[in-house]
């Protein structure tokens, strides 16, 4: 069966510091890649997003993630955090059935910068 | 701008009293979909509809109800509210066409007393 697994519920991490959010998946077949940020009291937005070609996506706000086949990855990064990167990030996969597509969400990771 | 909207944004309501969450969405997109979000849960599917007259369940259906009489509305009705169903409520519209990627609405935050 499909899933998605955020290892981090939760990150706190000083500002200017680099940040690493896991996101692992298993599929037995092949799939788009995700993520979403939830800033408070807002719905979800595209962060970025691996269709195909180069493994390495770069998103909106300085983000990147990089696509690692071999080990199911889709980790997010960024060099250098600030306070407005404060925020919950959802890590999704979509794939393809018979008629349709499957998405299935993480259980998010909460990013907390501290000053 | 192409936008997913969602009202009311907030609602307190008592149990049984039937409410509905409206969705519009003016992107043209085939599929939409409801999600209720919940701490340590992450984002779980209620229905999903992938056309016009089609819908079907999601992960977590028990005591809603949806409809698609349009391309671009997708309501979300909540027959006898109870306490449970306390959440936020995200609609969402998808892109076939880049990957599914899926546009939300802000949510609605629904409180059932």
């Known amino acids: 069966a499909q899933s998605v697994t955020q290892l981090d519920s939760q990150v706190p991490v000083f500002e200017e510091a680099p940040v690493e959010l896991r996101c692992n998946y298993s599929?037995?077949?092949?799939?788009?890649l995700f993520w979403y940020v939830q800033y408070p009291n807002q719905g979800l937005q595209l962060l970025l997003k691996?269709?195909?070609?180069?493994?390495l996506v770069k998103g909106i706000n300085g983000f990147e993630a990089e696509f690692n086949k071999s080990q199911t990855s889709f980790h997010l990064r960024k060099p250098s955090v600030h306070i407005s990167d404060t925020a919950e990030y959802f890590c999704a996969v979509s794939y393809a059935l018979p008629g349709t597509y499957k998405y299935i969400f993480g259980t998010g990771t909460r990013l907390k910068v501290l000053a | 701008e192409a936008q997913v909207t969602q009202n009311p944004r907030y609602l307190i309501t008592v149990t049984g009293k039937k409410l509905t969450v409206t969705c519009s969405q003016n992107?043209?997109?085939?599929?939409m979909s409801w999600y209720r979000q919940d701490p340590g849960l992450g984002l779980r599917q209620i229905y999903y509809?992938?056309?016009?007259?089609?819908?079907d369940k999601g992960d977590v259906p028990e005591g809603y109800k949806v409809s698609r009489k349009e391309k671009r509305n997708f309501p979300l009705i909540l027959e006898s509210p109870s306490p449970n169903q306390t959440s936020l409520y995200f609609c969402a519209s998808r892109d076939k066409a880049s990957g599914n990627t899926i546009y939300f609405g802000e949510g609605s935050w629904l409180t059932v007393v």
């Open positions: 509809s992938m056309n016009v007259e089609v819908t």
């Open positions: 691996y269709l195909s070609g180069s493994t």
């Open positions: 599929s037995s077949v092949s799939v788009y």
């Open positions: 992107m043209n997109h085939e599929y």
